[in-house]
């Protein structure tokens, strides 16, 4: 069993930043993806970022391409998100996710999860 502990998140402005972190359990290498996830009240779940964490290579929603940056620290078990340029429609609960199952990093289906960090973006 893998634990995820995000933190990070907060208040702020349009237009301003905040980098997520996400802690692990396990080296990030041991797992074959990371992502983040976010989800809004009313909404459904929206996968913001993975990254395949053998080859590095990154895949954004088009909602947050250019704006935001997913990356991992092996040594460190962690994966953070970088998000600038914020608006309030990324206002959100913000959530760790580690190993995909089935169809590779692209795959909604994680099989560990974090508890969720939340987001606030303000006008």
């Known amino acids: 069993q893998v634990q995820l502990v995000e933190f990070g998140g907060g208040s702020v402005q349009a237009g301003g930043s905040l980098r997520l972190s996400c802690a692990a359990s396990?080296?990030?290498?041991?797992?074959?993806?990371m992502a983040w996830f976010r989800q809004a009240p009313g909404k459904e779940r929206e996968k913001v970022a993975f990254?395949?964490?053998?080859?590095?290579?990154?895949t954004y929603a088009d909602s947050v391409k250019g704006r935001f940056t997913i990356s991992q620290e092996n040594v460190r078990k962690m994966a953070y998100l970088q998000m600038n340029s914020l608006k309030r429609e990324d206002t959100a609960r913000y959530y760790c996710?580690?190993?995909?199952?089935?169809?590779?990093?692209?795959?909604?289906?994680?099989?560990?999860w974090g508890q969720g960090t939340q987001v606030t973006v303000s006008s």
């Open positions: 996710a580690a190993e995909a199952v089935g169809g590779g990093c692209s795959s909604d289906e994680y099989r560990y």
């Open positions: 990254i395949d964490t053998r080859s590095g290579g990154t």
């Open positions: 396990e080296y990030t290498y041991n797992l074959n993806c």
